[in-house]
């Protein structure tokens, strides 16, 4: 170093005149050093990094470690025993006697206080949770488990590692801290590993499978675990399933060992259908039958079909003992009221049964239906008469003759009958009540005839005819006879026949009149009987009767005459008309 003394001193002009002097100073050592951070108990290390000039050397180092400890190496280790500041000195010389001192204070930091949380018997063969206590300051890990058969997983940087021990035994594991201040510390403890003995049987069930719908069975895990878990999220040693899957278990002892025996499939069969429905015809359906279900109403004179789904695996047992899938029930058998019937319909291949909600079948009574007549007794069409319909019950009559209402009258001939029909659509019928028929008249001859004497006026065959009386010029013909049907006329008059059948209904037909012609008279007038060369005559004469006559032989249908000549022998016949 050059070293310059400057001044000024008075001059004799009252000024200043500036003075200086130079020289050049030698320092041959200058003390220095650095240090890495501190900790307790570990090696600090120091060096020495004083300089001196080429010419030189330091001959001596003496350091002062404040804490009572020197040492005179050149780059010196020290342990600190506590935490705390301390002034650390170097001092080094010269073989001149050059002296130079250096003080610098560092700080000793406490080491981490390693630790991890302790565990009992682990089992083989599972994933293991290790846990460094929380501490502050920390910036790495390293674990070490003391199984080197683990390779590289035997060594982990992490905080919370896990490791897996494969073989039973005792591993010393250790963990080591570093904090931001670079201090190391370590902690070991002792994890047995113990084997898995776990084989403890298989999952039983209280049912076996298949089940059927509604059905379930009780899955017990074998016993001598600890924690159950099982594929449906339950943690208890048994279970309650109904529901078909694949179930399995996995059982954990108190050192953590694991067994999961054979799952188990549980299989859960569907119900047959068995729903009840009713199928009938109202009448006005085309055939197409009325569909109900739950219930139905029906009448005392109508039937009815219960029957559920069919299928050939099925087989079926109704309340009232029915083997069949449907049943079909009348009313009258039934009785009035109401009658509740079910099925259980099983399926032969899974053997699962159901039983069909209550069906009611409900049969309301038919109105009993009655006929009044006014006038009372067998009465003859034309003859006006009114039926009056009435019933016990609430009714709407209807007549089979299409009217309606509670009273008709009628006149012509027929069976008429009242039908009532209540609240429910129940029909009762009435006993029949007939108007009778008179006697067909028109079968009987009417208008004008001339006829021969003497004359029967033949009726066609008419049944149900019980009586005849005729009538001549309107007074009754006397028996017996009047009283046949097929009257003999001999005189020209007005006839008329009263005919009564077997119901007592009587007609008289329209007149007949009828002009009585007497029979000619024959006389044979001349006879000439044939001779040998055939020339036989007959000649006859005609008195009575009204001419003109005609004639027809016997021998010629074609002569009309009152001879007949040139005759054989023969016997002859003429008709005169």
């Known amino acids: 170093y050059f070293v310059t003394l400057y001044s000024e001193v008075p001059a004799v002009d009252g000024l200043t005149c500036p003075i200086g002097v130079k020289k050049a100073v030698d320092v041959p050592i200058l003390a220095d050093f650095t240090v890495e951070e501190a900790c307790v108990g570990e090696e600090t290390v120091f060096s020495d990094i004083s300089t001196f000039i080429p010419t030189t050397n330091i001959d001596t180092w003496q350091w002062d470690f404040g804490d009572t400890n020197t040492s005179n190496a050149i780059n010196p280790t020290h342990i600190y025993a506590n935490t705390g500041s301390y002034d650390v000195t170097l001092t080094v010389s010269h073989t001149s ?65 896990f490791h897996v021990f494969e073989t039973p035994n005792t591993y010393a594991v250790t963990l080591s801290f570093t904090n931001i201040y670079g201090c190391v510390n370590s902690f070991s403890q002792n994890i047995d590993i113990v084997p898995n003995d776990l084989a403890l049987g298989n999952i039983t069930l209280s049912t076996p499978s298949p089940l059927c719908a509604g059905e379930t069975t009780i899955l017990t895990a074998p016993s001598g675990g600890e924690n159950y878990l099982w594929s449906s999220g339950h943690t208890t040693e048994d279970i309650t399933v109904g529901e078909t899957g694949i179930y399995s278990v996995t059982i954990t002892n108190a050192e953590g060992c694991k067994f999961s025996p054979n799952e188990v499939a549980i299989i859960v069969n569907d119900l ?76 032969t291949t899974t053997g699962c049964s159901a039983v069909s909600a209550p069906f009611d079948v409900v049969v309301h009574g038919s109105p009993n239906v009655f ?105 009754a013909v006397a028996a017996p006879e009047g009283n046949v049907a097929n009257f003999v006329a001999l005189q020209s008059g007005e006839y008329q026949v009263e005919l009564t059948n077997n119901n007592g209904c009587s007609e008289i037909s329209n007149p007949l009149n009828l002009t009585i012609m007497p029979k000619p008279i024959l006389a044979i007038e001349n006879v000439q009987d044939v001779t040998c060369n055939g020339l036989g005559l007959i000649e006859i004469s005609t008195s009575s009767g009204t001419p003109d006559f005609n004639y027809e032989w016997s021998h010629d249908a074609a002569l009309n005459a009152v001879t007949a000549d040139n005759l054989n022998a023969d016997d002859y016949s003429v008709t005169v008309t």
Do not use: R
Request: charged share 15%; proline share 5%; aromatic share 14%.
């Open 97 to 161: 006697g050059c002296i130079s001192e250096i003080t610098k204070s560092i700080q000793v930091f406490a080491e981490p206080e390693a630790d991890f949380a302790s565990l009992s018997s682990i089992c083989e063969d599972i994933s293991v949770a290790f846990s460094a206590n929380e501490l502050s300051n920390i910036i790495e890990w390293e674990w070490n488990f003391d199984d080197p058969a683990s390779g590289t997983a035997n060594i982990s940087t992490n905080a919370n590692p």
């Open 371 to 475: 006929i009044n007549a006014s006038p009372f007794g067998n009465i003859c069409e034309g003859t006006p008469v009114t039926l009056t319909a009435f019933s016990s019950q609430d009714v709407t009559f209807y007549w089979n003759n299409g009217q309606e209402g509670e009273t008709i009258t009628v006149y012509d001939a027929g069976n008429y009958s009242a039908i009532g029909v209540n609240e429910f659509g129940c029909t009762g019928y009435s006993a029949i009540y007939t108007v009778y028929e008179k006697p067909d008249i028109s079968l009987v001859p009417s208008g004008c005839y001339t006829c021969c004497e003497p004359d029967t006026i033949c009726l066609p065959e008419m049944p149900n005819i019980a009586t005849y009386q005729w009538f001549f010029e309107g007074s």
């Open 272 to 347: 047959p259908e068995a729903e009840i429905q009713a199928d009938f015809y109202d009448g006005f359906s085309d055939f197409t039958p009325e569909t109900s279900y739950n219930s139905v109403d029906i009448c005392e004179n109508e039937s009815i079909t219960l029957l559920t789904k069919y299928d050939v695996n099925y087989q079926y047992e109704w309340s009232s003992g029915n083997p069949w899938y449907s049943n079909t029930f009348n009313g009258q058998d039934l009785g009035v009221g109401t009658h509740t019937y079910q099925v259980t319909v099983t399926n």
